[in-house]
C-alpha cells in the first residue's frame, strides 16, 4: 500500500468535464455501480482494460474470471504497478479498496480467501464504469 500522488491529478472541474456524471461518482468519489447492471459483468470478449478516467492499463481478459457477485471479476492486475491497494473502512467494515496507480481513480475492492478456484485467491471485484475495455486485434 502507497501513499505516493498520482501521476494525473486534474481538478474535481477537470474531472467533471472529463466524465459523466455516473463515471465521475464512482471514480473520483468512490461509488458503487448496481451489481449486475455493468457493461463488464458478463463478457467473454478478450482485450485489455483500461481505467476509464487516463487510460491506463490495469486488467486483461485472461485474468477475468466468472464469481457471480454482480460485477467484473479479476484474479490479478495486469501489472501489480498498475493499481494501488488502501485501506478501507466505510461502511462499518474493513476492505481494501482497488484505485488506479496513475490517476488514483476508485476501481473498487479486492477480496482474498473466498475459495475461487483462481491462482491467486483474490477477486478484484470492479466496477464496469471504472473500466474501458479494448478488444485484442483479430
Known sequence: MTTDGPK?????D???????????????????????TGEYTDTKTEGVYECRACGAE?????EKFESHCGWPSF?????????ILRSDTSLG????????ANCHSHLGHVFEGEGYPTPTDQRYCINSI?????????
Do not use: H, I, N
Open 130 to 138: 471504472s473500466l474501458k475495455l479494448v478488444p485484442a486485434s483479430e
Open 58 to 62: 490495469l486488467f486483461r481478459s485472461s
Open 75 to 83: 484474479f490479478d492486475p495486469a501489472d501489480s504497478a498498475a493499481v
Open 14 to 36: 477537470e474531472w467533471r468535464e472529463k466524465l459523466t456524471p455516473e463515471e465521475f461518482a464512482v471514480l473520483r468519489r468512490a461509488g458503487t455501480e448496481r451489481p449486475f
Open 8 to 12: 494525473l491529478q486534474l481538478t474535481d
Open 93 to 100: 467494515m474493513r476492505r481494501v479498496e482497488v484505485l488506479c
